[in-house]
């Protein structure tokens, strides 16, 4: 009778721990949190022990998580290393950061954001989206929420950049930029540098074909960018947008349209 009431109060024991164990290592904090690769995150504020810190002015950090590394942005250089998450604790590696001169202040803040994670943080994801490093807490909000995608449609869109295999270039300055509108009811108004036209544009999701354009027929003294705009805009292509940047893309060439702030 003893042995059988022994074994019963040593089983309640294991039911017990059994219910008090998350599965997790030993010593992950409960809160844990969804792994962030993937996402980009706007610092909406600091505190630091609990009182306000102010960034320089006119500038925004940024976390963005990409196939298992960390980016962050402070108004001057870019920063990225490799990460690991347990439970909300986040580590990350020695941080790469590119060399582009800046003001004083902004260099400053650079070096204050990278030291914040010379050692493990904490993570947390959701509604109280957060940073925090010692005394230092960074609110985060999902940049989607912040500054949303523009939609592809009903956008005026301006050329800020063109691309073929590894070589990029600019606008040409003094010039009118080229520009892209495409409308609700499927049509594409372009001005490539030199002429306007408009022609059909059938948008999928990922994907525009531009069909054939009436144009407008003026004589241009240097036709090297609207040559590049109409042979991209032709046929089936693929297109990206990110906040207020749209890529358009066929084969290797692309082209990288901007929406002016309102």
């Known amino acids: 009778m003893v042995i059988a009431r ?21 010593g992950t904090p409960r809160s ?15 505190t630091q022990d609990g009182e306000p810190y102010r960034l320089v002015r006119d500038t925004e950090i940024r976390l963005r998580f990409a196939d298992g590394n960390l ?30 001169g800046c003001d004083q202040d902004r260099m400053e803040q650079d070096s204050w954001l990278a030291g914040l994670f ?16 010692g005394g230092t807490v960074l609110a985060l909000a999902d940049r989607r929420t912040v500054s949303p995608d523009l939609p592809l449609a009903g956008t005026d869109w301006v050329l800020n950049g063109t691309s073929e295999g590894d070589a990029a270039s600019s606008v040409p300055s003094g010039t009118q930029p080229p520009t892209l509108r ?11 540098g030199c002429n306007r036209g408009s022609g059909p ?12 354009r009436m144009t407008t027929l003026s004589a ?3 036709q090297m960018i609207d040559a590049f705009v109409n042979a991209v805009l032709d046929g089936e292509t693929s297109y990206t947008i990110e906040e207020r940047s749209l890529t358009i893309s066929n084969g290797d060439r692309s082209l990288t349209f901007v929406a002016p702030a309102r």
């Open 220 to 222: 241009c003294s240097d």
């Open 201 to 212: 544009a059938e948008v999928d999701d990922d994907s525009i074909r531009f069909g054939p």
């Open 32 to 46: 844990g949190s969804a792994d962030p690769d993937g996402r980009t995150y706007v610092v909406t504020s600091v």
């Open 6 to 26: 022994t074994m019963t109060v040593l089983c309640l024991l294991a039911a017990l721990t059994a219910c008090g164990d998350d599965g997790g290592a030993k």
């Open 118 to 133: 010379e050692r493990p943080v904490q993570f947390n994801d959701g509604s109280d989206a957060a940073v925090i490093s």
């Open 182 to 192: 495409i409308t609700d009811a499927g049509q594409a108004q372009v001005f490539d």
């Open 71 to 100: 980016t962050l942005t402070a108004g001057c250089n870019t920063m990225s290393g490799g990460y690991t998450l347990d439970g909300s604790r986040m580590t990350v590696k020695p941080l790469a950061m590119t060399e582009m």
